[in-house]
């Protein structure tokens, strides 16, 4: 008889931590930010608290990787289908704040079919933008023709505002991204 | 030479501007505590090779670090003593050089893989395979490179003895490897970028084994990240966030290569864009999520163990001198 409840509780053991080495792990609080989105609305992290939320940097003007990455975001936003907007936010932050004002960002976003109800681009003071890419990780240099060098590094942040999850340049498989955003989806 | 220029004048951006002022203040980033130190010496070398290493500057300033340097440890002297005695805190070498260090007691600890390859060996006829060295006059800079526990690993491999099949012959002062055979006095050399680049402006194409390619060297990494074993012990965070810069860097090389290129010439660590972008686009830096760190470690310990070169267990090395905690840690949260 102990035997089996031995035998039972180390079963359950193993479950147990097979299940949270399957769970992505958690790396900390998500930095908050305020800055001001295609429609000239200021937003929050805070104010998305409740959704699942990629945060990305990104710049219009950027020539080559920017656009692979935005492009593979919008094939992800597509698939998620329902979830997109009423569980899931994506926030692609310019960090080219003084040309990507709130209205060259809504003919981006427009342009990439992005759907708006899900899916905010943001803006903000050089200053304010240049604070939240350093606490999110991510290094900006201008570069010498206009163009601005800066880590491609998308976040995801839980329903509780909790940093998950970092994938890091733009060829990561796109089916673990979604896969990653349903599963914080639904967790307790 | 050929210095193309780039827009991404990343480097020489950062100190025109003030890096500090484009990339905010350190320690701030609010994930984890900020690193115990904001200090961190990394080697000045001319391996280019470790292109991720001097590219690092702006990935580590995002991780907190506001004082980095490039320390020049001087010529022919191993990092792993410079490491060892405190003087780095942080440099990059082939695994089995690292696994050497353990053995002597430095004390020193492997982090993680950068990278596989980057090692040629170029040959003269009639050589045409690592059994071939058998009886050859193999050039290396000193017992005890890199270079030397490579060939003998390689050696080794293959059925032959390095210490009694192979002669060495080491570089005399004020003379390279690199020049002893391209002068004909040695029959083979294992090159490490840009020594292979230089030899075939030399007009020497002959190689007989490319590491980045050939197998089993093309499945382990070939060279690990590795520190002072205290700064590691003592500076976990730091450490952590120091790895996470590094395969950051390492993944901008991997997208941006002619960026990266300009920026080695940029920041003094070679004068030819040329043999950096060659090795650059050549060397496959996005390999560190999907290699084993641990498993080619263990792999080099166990082929020094083999031919000889070892006195202490490699598995008490391996245990002592390692710690894949914040490899592994990174793997699961920053995936590429």
Known sequence: MLA???????????????????????????PDFALTSQDGAEVTLEALRGKVVAV??????????????????????????????????????????EHDTPEVLKEYAEALDADLAGWTFLTGTPAAVRDVAHRYGVAVAPAADGQVDHTLLTTLIDRHGTMRVQYLGYRFDPEEFRHDLLDLVNEP | MQIRPNRRDFLAGLSAAGAAGILGTPGSLAAEGAPETTTIRLKQSAAICFAPAYVVEPFLRSEGFADIQYVDAGLGIPSGEVLARGDLDFDITFAGTVVHHLDLGRPVTAVGGLHVGCYELFAREPIRSVRDLKGRRVGIQSINSSAYFYISIMAKHVGLDPNEDIEWVTSPEGSTALDLFAAGETEAFLGFPPEPQELRSRGHRRVVLNTIVDRPWSQYFCCMIYGNAAWVREHPVATKR??????????????????????????????????????????????????????AMRFYALRLHESGMLNSNPNTLLADGTDWRFVNELKRELKA
């Open chain 1, 4 to 30: 089996l409840l031995t035998s039972s509780t180390l079963v359950l053991a193993h479950e147990a931590a097979d299940q949270e080495e399957q769970r992505l792990p958690t790396i900390g609080a998500a």
């Open chain 1, 56 to 97: 990305t940097f990104i710049y219009t003007s950027c020539p080559d990787v920017c656009p692979m990455l935005t492009d593979k975001m919008a094939r992800v936003q597509d698939a998620l289908g329902p979830d997109f907007g009423t569980e899931i936010a994506f926030v692609s932050i310019s960090v080219d704040p």
């Open chain 2, 242 to 295: 120091f790895l996470r810069a590094m395969y950051k860097a390492a993944e901008f090389c991997t997208a941006e290569p002619e960026a990266a290129a300009q920026q080695l010439v940029d920041g003094g660590f070679t004068e030819h864009y040329d043999y950096a972008l060659e090795t650059i686009e050549s060397v496959p830096y996005d390999l560190w999520h999907e290699y084993d760190s641990e498993d």
